[in-house]
């Protein structure tokens, strides 16, 4: 075995570590034993703690006042323990989310972040505990709206404690600290292995000398944002709470003291943490509310800038998503008229206010799972939290993921976001001109995809051609699933899917300046369905008002019948999911628009759509019986084949039954071939 210090003990680093890993903790396990061999550090003489802590006091609140604003002296909070204990336990700040704010000490057992480090083993019995900020305040009321001029003072006063601490072991707890400590202090890592693999400890060195070893762990607020009750809530904490347990249990052997070893990973209950009355939460509301006050006198400007971020729709570049039109245009309808009359048989506005109330209510939920402040805008506050180092899109919290996951409009082909390639991924088809930088982080690039999903969706536009499209009547072709044009590669479904009035099979497509937002595709494209029978036109007055293309099957004109010729077919079909049926369960729909085969007995032919109930992507079979059937690949593979060698069908007699035929493609192009003769000697005679 190989001791590095204290009571930790590795496995022989020349069975694990190459020649220059050893080279460099050879040079390393010098300076780490020239720290045993000192007994003291170089403390000041006479150094009063409770001295130094009233001069800090009488420093801070007179930069207050220079600022315009007197700030109570009751929260400034003194650190706990001894400056000789052998552990020093670094927090960023205490806040108002204890029994009584008033009380002016760090240890107190009603804090949530004080009750876990008792639990784990810390105390003031142990370890030195102290704060970066050493005033009451929310941490993001601090992170965001606090001069300078008062930041210094009390980043000043914390490494001035840590200069006196003789603490051989610094835990560092959340990323605020491990932010500032990495600008502040010149650190050295040195990355473990063997059972302690996954830990990197960092060597601290003070004019060329080691002083001490740093360790960086989770906030223990970062714990109380899953249970253990849910399948993602135990691979989190089996994440998560293994590492922060193999962090703490090698900062407590470097330091001497005792961890209670798998605390995090099993023995965390999140539930027994900061409980406050309802006269206790009233307490902490309003002293919130009186820091915002003091706060905004303080840093006019600070404020400023924040209210302006409020006050726009949104704070990412984003590029509109859906087509320029209007929200509130009527659907269109099998009997549309150029008078209009449409049956309100969709509202995309009603749609619309509940998807933007759905985003209101995740921004509430959001704040409640992970007690984020309703000080600041949720994307700042979700900066500022330990969220930030969640690295799986599917261990982020339940509200979120959930909420993304069940928008139409964030699928691609029906499939909703579930890793991280996926979420990045939508984040550049939502911000298509790659203006906008990817967060650093899992959760701030979630929230992103949230925020412009919603701004391209619901922000009020106007178009010119809203008079000539509409959503459907069929709630089940709302949903089309999208390819780009240019690159051929799947993009988000649109939830909003809108249709000619001169012909309600025909999708409107969205035009694009800019690529569809991969960044293989740039230029200009267009956003086209992905199944390739689907009728499709681009959003242009010119072509809406004349009659569109046929783009879902050159065959259709020919093999499918016209509305006139299938005026004595049904009007309507009851057709039921071959996906539901497959699980015994039959799911119905009315296809409006049935098409029909020109044969003597006219067959169905079967539409392709999404189920609502089983999910899946399959035909739709008449429930009757009696009515014969046939599926578009049918229709096609006979057309393709006939294409392929050179025969154009729409240029011949309308032959069904020759066209169906079971026979050599090459008999046939002579029977069409001669067909045609015919009909050509016939008109001439």
Same mark, same amino acid.
């Given at each position: 075995?190989?001791?590095?210090?204290?009571?930790?003990?590795?496995?022989?680093?020349?069975?694990?570590?190459?020649?220059?890993?050893?080279?460099?903790?050879?040079?390393?396990?010098?300076?780490?034993?020239?720290?045993?061999?000192?007994?003291?550090?170089?403390?000041?003489?006479?150094?009063?703690?409770?001295?130094?802590?009233? *001069?800090?006091?009488?420093?801070?609140?007179?930069?207050?006042?220079?600022?315009?604003?007197?700030?109570?002296?009751?929260?400034?909070?003194?650190?706990?323990?001894?400056?000789?204990?052998?552990?020093?336990?670094?927090?960023?700040?205490?806040?108002?989310?204890?029994?009584?704010?008033?009380?002016?000490?760090?240890?107190?057992?009603?804090?949530?972040?004080?009750?876990?480090?008792?639990?784990?083993?810390?105390?003031?019995?142990?370890?030195?505990?102290?704060?970066?900020?050493?005033?009451?305040?929310?941490?993001?009321?601090?992170?965001?709206?606090?001069?300078?001029?008062?930041?210094?003072?009390?980043?000043?006063?914390?490494?001035?404690?840590?200069?006196?601490?003789?603490?051989?072991?610094?835990?560092?707890?959340?990323?605020?600290?491990?932010?500032?400590?990495?600008?502040?202090?010149?650190?050295?890592?040195?990355?473990?292995?063997?059972?302690?693999?996954?830990?990197?400890?960092?060597? *601290?060195?003070?004019?060329?000398?080691?002083?001490?070893?740093?360790?960086?762990?989770?906030?223990?607020?970062?714990?109380?944002?899953?249970?253990?009750?849910?399948?993602?809530?135990?691979?989190?904490?089996?994440?998560?709470?293994?590492?922060?347990?193999?962090?703490?249990?090698?900062?407590?052997?470097?330091?001497?003291?005792?961890?209670?070893?798998?605390?995090?990973?099993?023995?965390?209950?999140?539930?027994?943490?900061?409980?406050?009355?309802?006269?206790?939460?009233?307490?902490?509301?309003?002293?919130?509310?009186?820091?915002?006050?003091?706060?905004?006198?303080?840093?006019?400007?600070?404020?400023?800038?924040?209210?302006?971020?409020?006050?726009?729709?949104?704070?990412?570049?984003?590029?509109?998503?859906?087509?320029?039109?209007?929200?509130?245009?009527?659907?269109?309808?099998?009997?549309?008229?150029?008078?209009?009359?449409?049956?309100?048989?969709?509202?995309?506005?009603?749609?619309?206010?509940?998807?933007?109330?759905?985003?209101?209510?995740?921004?509430?939920?959001?704040?409640?799972?992970?007690?984020?402040?309703?000080?600041?805008?949720?994307?700042?506050?979700?900066?500022?939290?330990?969220?930030?180092?969640?690295?799986?899109?599917?261990?982020?919290?339940?509200?979120?993921?959930?909420?993304?996951?069940?928008?139409?409009?964030?699928?691609?082909?029906?499939?909703?976001?579930?890793?991280?390639?996926?979420?990045?991924?939508?984040?550049?088809?939502?911000?298509?001109?790659?203006?906008?930088?990817?967060?650093?982080?899992?959760?701030?690039?979630?929230?992103?995809?949230?925020?412009?999903?919603?701004?391209?969706?619901?922000?009020?536009?106007?178009?010119?051609?809203?008079?000539?499209?509409?959503?459907?009547?069929?709630?089940?072709?709302?949903?089309?699933?999208?390819?780009?044009?240019?690159?051929?590669?799947?993009?988000?479904?649109?939830?909003?899917?809108?249709?000619?009035?001169?012909?309600?099979?025909?999708?409107?497509?969205?035009?694009? *300046?800019?690529?569809?937002?991969?960044?293989?595709?740039?230029?200009?494209?267009?956003?086209?369905?992905?199944?390739?029978?689907?009728?499709?036109?681009?959003?242009?007055?010119?072509?809406?008002?004349?009659?569109?293309?046929?783009?879902?099957?050159?065959?259709?004109?020919?093999?499918?019948?016209?509305?006139?010729?299938?005026?004595?077919?049904?009007?309507?079909?009851?057709?039921?999911?071959?996906?539901?049926?497959?699980?015994?369960?039959?799911?119905?729909?009315?296809?409006?628009?049935?098409?029909?085969?020109?044969?003597?007995?006219?067959?169905?032919?079967?539409?392709?759509?999404?189920?609502?109930?089983?999910?899946?992507?399959?035909?739709?079979?008449?429930?009757?019986?009696?009515?014969?059937?046939?599926?578009?690949?049918?229709?096609?593979?006979?057309?393709?084949?006939?294409?392929?060698?050179?025969?154009?069908?729409?240029?011949?007699?309308?032959?069904?039954?020759?066209?169906?035929?079971?026979?050599?493609? *090459?008999?046939?192009?002579?029977?069409?071939?001669?067909?045609?003769?015919?009909?050509?000697?016939?008109?001439?005679?």
């Amino acid at each position: 075995m190989f001791r590095l210090y204290g009571n930790l003990f590795l496995e022989n680093p020349e069975q694990r570590l190459d020649e220059g890993q050893l080279a460099s903790l050879t040079k390393l396990m010098a300076a780490i034993q020239s720290l045993e061999n000192r007994t003291a550090i170089a403390r000041e003489k006479e150094y009063n703690l409770e001295d130094k802590f009233d *001069e800090f006091k009488a420093r801070e609140t007179l930069a207050w006042r220079e600022l315009g604003v007197a700030r109570p002296p009751a929260f400034l909070i003194p650190p706990a323990g001894s400056l000789d204990a052998p552990v020093a336990c670094h927090l960023h700040n205490p806040t108002f989310h204890v029994e009584d704010p008033y009380k002016a000490i760090t240890e107190d057992p009603s804090s949530p972040t004080i009750y876990q480090l008792s639990q784990a083993g810390f105390s003031s019995g142990n370890c030195f505990l102290f704060d970066h900020v050493s005033r009451r305040d929310e941490t993001e009321i601090y992170l965001s709206f606090y001069p300078d001029k008062v930041r210094h003072i009390h980043e000043n006063f914390a490494l001035e404690l840590r200069r006196q601490m003789k603490a051989v072991v610094e835990i560092c707890w959340g990323r605020s600290v491990r932010k500032r400590m990495l600008e502040c202090v010149d650190l050295v890592p040195l990355p473990l292995w063997g059972e302690y693999k996954d830990v990197t400890l960092h060597l *601290e060195y003070e004019n060329g000398q080691f002083v001490r070893f740093v360790v960086f762990v989770y906030h223990p607020q970062f714990f109380c944002y899953r249970t253990t009750s849910s399948e993602s809530g135990r691979k989190w904490r089996g994440l998560y709470g293994r590492q922060q347990d193999l962090l703490l249990t090698v900062a407590a052997r470097l330091g001497g003291i005792t961890y209670h070893t798998g605390f995090y990973e099993h023995q965390h209950n999140p539930g027994v943490y900061g409980r406050l009355s309802a006269e206790q939460r009233a307490t902490k509301e309003h002293l919130i509310a009186e820091a915002l006050a003091q706060l905004r006198i303080a840093s006019p400007e600070l404020f400023k800038e924040m209210d302006t971020r409020r006050a726009s729709c949104t704070s990412w570049d984003v590029q509109e998503y859906a087509p320029e039109i209007e929200r509130t245009v009527a659907p269109v309808t099998a009997n549309t008229t150029a008078q209009g009359g449409f049956p309100e048989v969709i509202s995309y506005d009603t749609d619309m206010r509940r998807l933007n109330d759905s985003f209101s209510d995740l921004n509430l939920a959001l704040r409640t799972e992970c007690s984020l402040p309703s000080t600041i805008p949720t994307d700042l506050a979700l900066q500022y939290s330990e969220l930030t180092l969640i690295s799986e899109f599917d261990l982020s919290p339940e509200a979120l993921t959930s909420w993304i996951q069940s928008q139409e409009g964030l699928k691609i082909q029906g499939k909703p976001i579930g890793t991280n390639d996926e979420l990045v991924l939508s984040f550049r088809l939502l911000h298509r001109f790659g203006e906008a930088q990817i967060p650093g982080s899992v959760i701030l690039i979630a929230y992103s995809v949230a925020e412009a999903y919603i701004y391209n969706v619901c922000k009020t536009r106007k178009s010119s051609i809203q008079d000539l499209i509409g959503p459907p009547t069929d709630p089940h072709r709302r949903i089309m699933h999208l390819k780009c044009r240019k690159c051929a590669k799947r993009v988000h479904d649109t939830w909003f899917a809108y249709y000619a009035r001169r012909d309600p099979e025909v999708y409107v497509c969205q035009t694009l *300046e800019a690529g569809c937002g991969r960044l293989e595709c740039s230029g200009r494209t267009a956003l086209i369905p992905a199944n390739p029978w689907q009728k499709h036109i681009m959003a242009r007055r010119g072509e809406l008002e004349n009659a569109p293309k046929d783009t879902g099957g050159a065959w259709a004109g020919y093999i499918i019948r016209s509305r006139t010729e299938s005026q004595d077919l049904p009007d309507v079909v009851k057709i039921a999911c071959l996906g539901c049926k497959q699980n015994q369960v039959e799911t119905t729909q009315i296809d409006a628009r049935p098409r029909w085969t020109i044969e003597r007995i006219p067959r169905y032919l079967a539409p392709r759509r999404r189920c609502s109930v089983c999910k899946q992507l399959k035909y739709w079979r008449p429930v009757s019986q009696t009515i014969a059937i046939i599926d578009t690949p049918t229709i096609a593979h006979i057309w393709g084949k006939m294409k392929k060698e050179g025969l154009d069908l729409n240029e011949y007699p309308r032959l069904p039954g020759l066209f169906f035929a079971n026979m050599p493609v *090459e008999d046939k192009i002579k029977a069409f071939k001669k067909a045609k003769m015919d009909r050509n000697n016939k008109g001439t005679d």
